[in-house]
Nanobody, 121 residues
Framework: VQLQASGGGLVQPGGHLRLSCSIS????????MAWFRQAPGKEREFVAAIRWGSASTTYADFVKGRFTISRDRPEKTMYLQMNNLKREDTGVYYCAKANSLSTHKGEYYNWGQGTLVTVSS
């Protein structure tokens, strides 16, 4: 299984972006797909996750109310709608898969290459 993130770019504070993560093969309903991000000089951190089957979601506190994770099962694609972006949201955003819900990056695998999001005026 290969994951490929896309949709990053340069956006002003308060702006929005939608990231996509395409999946090369079908994910099982029990799988969990997630977004992580890594800012320069910092550890990779959990952003949001979605259960592929039920579409139930979990968010990091710092994105609640601003970001929305979703998935399109027939298109084998996961999305991250990011609104009201802040400078501290800058980083490389990665998608990954896990066998069960977790906020710990060690539980995830099949990491994609990532897409760079830069929030700056």
């Amino acid at each position: 299984v290969q994951l490929q993130a896309s949709g990053g770019g340069l956006v002003q504070p308060g702006g929005h972006l939608r990231l996509s993560c395409s999946i090369s093969t079908s994910a099982f309903s029990s799988h969990v797909m997630a977004w992580f991000r890594q800012a320069p000089g910092k550890e990779r951190e959990f952003v949001a996750a979605i259960r592929w089957g039920s579409a139930s979601t979990t968010y990091a506190d710092f994105v609640k109310g601003r970001f929305t994770i979703s998935r399109d099962r027939p298109e084998k694609t996961m999305y991250l709608q990011m609104n009201n972006l802040k400078r501290e949201d800058t980083g490389v955003y990665y998608c990954a898969k896990a066998n069960s819900l977790s906020t710990h990056k060690g539980e995830y695998y099949n990491w994609g290459q990532g897409t760079l999001v830069t929030v700056s005026s």
